[in-house]
T-cell receptor, first 110, second 115 residues
């Protein structure tokens, strides 16, 4: 797989359920970031987790990082229809450029 | 809350024409970036810029591309002679620090269509 690959590619859930998205990467990283993109729109930064951190919370978001497995997960709790978007992980290594995955499309139905 | 802005939001051009995409990064940021996203594909890094010079560039950023910070606020991406395959969403981003220290904040993007 390529650097920053998310799975699943698409996820469909009901409002109120939790959504979990995973990201795997290949090379060593400085940090890993999660972004959200509504259809045809810009990228909104959600959360950054550094390579020496294992878990981070922000509101309804919980991110974990396992550097031994080179993987991260994004959990959105109590999802809402407004959470419908594509979610991307991006790894930063070397001189601060971000390498993005292909993203997970999340659909939250009312 | 400060944000990165980009103009125009949409640009349609003929193949072979030059286009300039404009960005205003967050005012106290020092590092600037351009990324692009071809429709349905992943976001790809093009170039990073610091202290009035290119810090890093990808294979995509060939001689047809150039970046400039013409004044204290604008950051531009120029495509000298556009090709059909340059059609994409172009995102500008800025950050306060490099090397794992700071979040990159993205603008809303410019959708470029080359006909």
């Amino acid at each position: 797989s390529q650097q920053g690959e998310e799975d699943p590619q698409a996820l469909s859930i009901q409002e109120g359920e939790n959504a979990t998205m995973n990201c795997s990467y290949k090379t060593s990283i400085n940090n890993l970031q999660w972004y959200r993109q509504n259809s045809g729109r810009g990228l909104v930064h959600l959360i950054l987790i550094r390579s020496n951190e294992r878990e981070k919370h922000s509101g309804r978001l919980r991110v974990t990082l396992d550097t031994s497995k080179k993987s991260s997960s994004l959990l959105i709790t109590a999802s809402r229809a407004a959470d419908t978007a594509s979610y991307f992980c991006a790894t930063e290594s070397g001189y601060s450029t971000l390498t993005f995955g292909k993203g997970t499309m999340l659909l939250v139905s009312p | 809350e400060p944000e990165v802005t980009q103009t125009p939001s949409h640009q349609v051009t003929q193949m072979g024409q030059e286009v300039i995409l404009r960005c205003v990064p967050i005012s106290n940021h020092l590092y600037f970036y351009w990324y692009r996203q071809i429709l349905g594909q992943k976001v790809e890094f093009l170039v990073s810029f610091y202290n009035n010079e290119i810090s890093e560039k990808s294979e995509i950023f060939d001689d047809q591309f150039s970046v400039e910070r013409p004044d204290g606020s604008n950051f531009t991406l120029k495509i000298r002679s556009t090709k059909l395959e340059d059609s994409a969403m172009y995102f500008c981003a800025s950050s306060g620090w490099a090397g794992g220290q700071e979040t990159q904040y993205f603008g809303p993007g410019t959708r470029l269509l080359v006909l």
